[in-house]
T-cell receptor, first 114, second 116 residues
Framework: SQQGEEDPQALSIQEGENATMNCSYK?????LQWYRQNSGRGLVHLIL?????REKHSGRLRVTLDTSKKSSSLLITASRAADTASYFC??????????????FGKGTKLSVKP | NAGVTQTPKFQVLKTGQSMTLQCAQD?????MSWYRQDPGMGLRLIHY???????DQGEVPNGYNVSRSTTEDFPLRLLSAAPSQTSVYFC???????????????FGSGTQLSVL
């Protein structure tokens, strides 16, 4: 069962523009994480935001979390061609049966044109 | 450190064959897991382990077995391969499963499996 859903499924922008991706989830979480996957490679962790945090920054990345709306957004500022990749949100479910497993969304495919 | 190492990178099987996908990590991580990634489906959890000798099922465990005899290794066995198991398989690990703190996952580079 999919917990997180990213939106849009695909995004194409020009270098230098900002890219915004959204993630919605269904149930209460402990934290939400964003990962990047370059074509043909494994996923790489970008940023983690806890359920009691509202915003977090890391370099050109800005993540927000709205637990009342069960949604998060990832903003990449001043995008570069090297940012071309798929981006996934992952949630750590907050219920007794979970062992801290991460549930991933289907991803947003970002293409940054030079 | 090598991180998370998966072998092989590519594999073609015939229906009914069995094989083992290898995963090893050198970071002394307690938690290890296997995901499969299919187009349009994202990543789905197959099996996971919170320590040596402890394994449990994820979302899509049918057709797969795992064991965790050491902290470092977490092999995934396909018992009788089926075309529906054609996928890209990722092994991932993290230091612990402290849900209150949150732990990031470290991923291997994946195994692309085709079952004919």
């Amino acid at each position: 069962s999919q917990q997180g859903e990213e939106d849009p499924q695909a995004l194409s922008i020009q270098e230098g523009e900002n890219a915004t991706m959204n993630c919605s989830y269904k149930t209460s979480i402990n934290n939400l994480q964003w990962y990047r996957q370059n074509s043909g490679r494994g996923l790489v962790h970008l940023i983690l935001i806890r359920s009691n945090e509202r915003e977090k920054h890391s370099g050109r990345l800005r993540v927000t979390l709205d637990t009342s709306k069960k949604s998060s957004s990832l903003l990449i500022t001043a995008s570069r061609a090297a940012d071309t990749a798929s981006y996934f949100c992952a949630t750590d479910l907050n219920y007794g049966g979970s062992q801290g497993n991460l549930i991933f969304g289907k991803g947003t495919k970002l293409s940054v044109k030079p | 450190n090598a991180g998370v190492t998966q072998t092989p990178k590519f594999q073609v099987l015939k229906t009914g064959q069995s094989m083992t996908l290898q995963c090893a990590q050198d970071m002394n991580h307690e938690y290890m897991s296997w995901y499969r990634q299919d187009p349009g489906m994202g990543l789905r959890l197959i099996h996971y382990s919170v320590g040596a000798g402890i394994t449990d099922q994820g979302e899509v465990p049918n057709g797969y077995n795992v064991s965790r005899s050491t902290t470092e290794d977490f092999p995934l066995r396909l018992l009788s391969a089926a075309p529906s198991q054609t996928s890209v398989y990722f092994c991932a690990s993290s230091y612990s499963t402290n849900r209150g703190v949150g732990e990031k996952l470290f991923f291997g580079s994946g195994t692309q499996l085709s079952v004919l």
